[in-house]
């Protein structure tokens, strides 16, 4: 099994859950974050003062998979989330060696 985050622009947030519904992703966690990465933020006006925005919103994803489903959830995150502009986000991977239901104890990829 793998562990995948995604940060995400908020925008495209209903774009990549209904990219990952669509190839029977069951589930996911969904976070409000604020961060940067190369981008530093940006700054902005307001009544004539300038300020520094340099924790931008994002989202992130958090989702189980078992292993011959990563290459497409990453797919479709990456297709449902790109833009091409900076701050499109990042996936991380991370190998994940037991999952437990707590309803039931049942445990590893049925649990998903």
Do not use: C, W
């Not at 297709?79 to 091409?84: L, M, Q, V």
């Amino acid at each position: 099994m793998q562990k995948i985050e995604a940060v995400i622009q908020p925008s495209k947030l209903d774009a990549v859950k209904d990219a990952l519904v669509e190839i029977g992703v069951e589930g996911m966690t969904i976070t409000e974050a604020r961060g940067h990465g190369r981008q530093k933020g940006h700054t902005e006006f307001y009544r004539g003062r300038e300020y520094s925005v340099d924790l931008l919103p994002k989202v992130k994803l958090e989702l189980v998979v078992k292993d011959e489903m990563l290459d497409r959830a990453i797919t479709a995150i990456t297709t449902a989330a790109r833009t091409g502009t900076i701050g499109d986000g990042k996936i991380f991977v991370s190998r994940i060696d037991e999952a437990i239901r707590i309803r039931n104890d049942e445990r590893g990829e049925v649990a998903l």
